[in-house]
């Protein structure tokens, strides 16, 4: 925006004053504008970082890598330490492996920059451990040598965090490099162990309650992704509670030639309970779980019905012939904000390729509840243990049921209307002239949960990932697009954020 035209030789009237006064705030645009051009000129230099960070085969998952994790974790608390922040490397512990070896956990990077106490400081959050991943799996490149194609940078870990901690650490550079004031201090948390389960990270942010994250107002994370080609703001998370359903009968594994028809078979046991669970079209059966799911209010229908949603395409990229119900408000709202039963695998039974006429002796059948608000994984631990032993309690059989529950991760959920969102809502208007989708993810985050449990700030989910990046999948992607814009989503966040009043938390 131009400032107004006034001639020289006339005196400025009061209106004229006004209006300047009025347009100065422009000035904050140009500014933006200045920064956009900075990152546009140094994209080189981000996709080089990227390269470089995914060259990293910080596989969490692989004891055999945990070395590269360690080096991982250095690299990135040089890379912040080098642009002057107060840098620590956390020490979290050890992690116990099921064989009994003891593992250094990676340490966590926690990072300052800015410590004036008249401006808001927001914590990022992030992870640079990756899902496994190998050439043979059937990727097209190198999955640790980042490789463009058509404006797109393959490579693991590109997405699923990489490239949006980077965005982050560029952004608070951009305003570095411009000598512009950070509009908000800005602390980074970056750990190592996310993809399995964030092991010791909870303690850590129990232990620096009061100290790291005493004057954090609000929390940020940047670990999911858009629901479409329209940016998005994540106000929630399905939490999940995951299950072990072990059946044990005969003492050791039979032939079906010889015992079948003598014996209840464990297996046949299993199967019963685990149909008992959910309903071909998708109805939990188990009493009581329903019923705790908050109800749809018609502001959450209005809010579906505006998202940028294509059955069609969400059919074909699925590849299934039919989905669970034929209308977005429905589909969205079962993946997003009602429980689900997934049955995943049964252990012990014969899953090799030919035939085997074995009758085995001990099956664990496992499968998941995601939660969703008002659900609590120690209630529902209790309604499907209950009900899967009444359940087979009714089979009258000989056979030894045990159901644990290995996983209960809480669901999250965030106030939209919450002035953090507002500043989301303005950033993406700002670099991107649209308004975000607001979006829930499916999947659990437990981090978000834990953070607004121990540290009780705010909490906000901005991504930049795409929704095609295929995370921990085969020919994971970034968009240089998304790398780009999210760091100008970014940069222009953290000045919507120092605009927040400091009443509100
Ligand atoms: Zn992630």
Redesign the pocket.
């Known amino acids: 925006m131009k400032a107004p035209h006034t001639c020289s030789s006339e005196k400025m009237n009061p209106q004229t004053l006004l209006l300047i006064l009025l347009l100065l705030p422009a000035a904050r645009a140009f500014q933006f504008t200045r920064m956009a051009q900075y990152v546009d000129s140094h994209q080189e230099e981000y996709v080089e970082a990227l390269r470089d960070w995914v060259a990293i085969e910080s596989d969490s998952s692989n004891v055999l890598k945990r070395p590269d994790l360690h080096h991982m974790m250095e690299v990135v608390a040089q890379k912040l330490r080098l642009m002057g922040g107060t840098v620590e490397l956390v020490d979290i512990g050890e992690q116990e492996l099921p064989n009994g070896q003891i593992l250094a956990l990676p340490k966590v990077v926690t990072a300052q920059f800015g410590n004036d106490t008249s401006k808001h400081t927001v914590c990022v959050y992030?992870?640079v451990d990756v899902q496994p991943a190998k050439l043979e799996d059937g990727w097209n490149t190198d999955p640790y040598n980042l490789t463009e194609i058509n404006g797109h940078l393959y490579g693991r870990g590109a997405s699923?965090?990489k490239a949006p901690v980077l965005a982050w650490i560029h952004a608070v550079g951009a305003y570095q490099a411009l000598h512009m004031d950070l509009p908000v201090n800005v602390k980074f948390v970056i750990e190592g162990m996310?993809?399995t389960g964030s092991n010791g990270l909870d303690a850590m942010i129990l232990a620096q309650r009061n100290t790291f994250f005493s004057d954090v107002d609000y929390i940020i994370i940047s670990?999911?992704g858009w629901l479409s080609r329209r940016p998005a703001l994540t106000y929630g998370t399905r939490g999940n509670c995951y299950f072990f359903a072990e059946v044990e009968g005969p003492k050791q594994d039979l032939h079906s030639g010889v015992y079948g028809g003598s014996v209840i078979e464990p297996m046949t046991d299993l199967i019963g309970i685990l149909d008992s669970l959910i309903s071909p079209s998708g109805k939990i059966q188990i009493p009581g779980i329903r019923e705790a799911v908050a109800p749809l209010t018609d502001e959450e229908w209005k809010m579906y019905q505006d998202i940028e949603f294509d059955l069609e395409n969400y059919k074909n990229k699925t590849g299934v012939s039919q989905l669970m119900y034929d209308n977005k408000v429905d589909l969205l709202a079962h993946m997003w904000r009602y429980p689900t039963v997934s049955i995943h695998g049964i252990e012990g039974a014969f899953s090799d390729p030919g035939t085997k006429t074995v009758i085995p002796a001990k099956v664990t059948g496992k499968f998941s509840i995601r939660q969703v608000p008002n659900m609590d994984p120690a209630v529902v631990k209790t309604q499907v243990t209950d009900y899967l032993h009444s359940v087979f309690g009714k089979r009258k059989s000989p056979n030894k049921l045990k159901v644990s529950m290995v996983i209960g991760a809480k669901p999250w959920l965030a106030n939209t209307q919450h002035p953090l969102y507002e500043a989301g809502k303005a950033a993406v208007n700002k670099v991107f002239n649209v308004d975000p989708d607001l979006i829930r993810e499916g999947g659990t985050?437990p981090i978000a949960r834990t953070f607004q449990d121990v540290t009780g700030k705010s909490i906000i989910m901005i991504p930049i990932g795409g929704f095609d990046d295929g995370?921990h999948s085969q020919n994971e992607k970034m968009s240089r697009y998304n790398y780009i814009e999210g760091t100008k989503l970014f940069i222009a966040y953290l000045n919507e954020v120092s605009q927040i009043k400091k009443t509100s938390v």
Do not use: A, M
Request: with cysteine.
């Open positions: 992030g992870h699923d965090n996310e993809e670990d999911c985050i995370l």
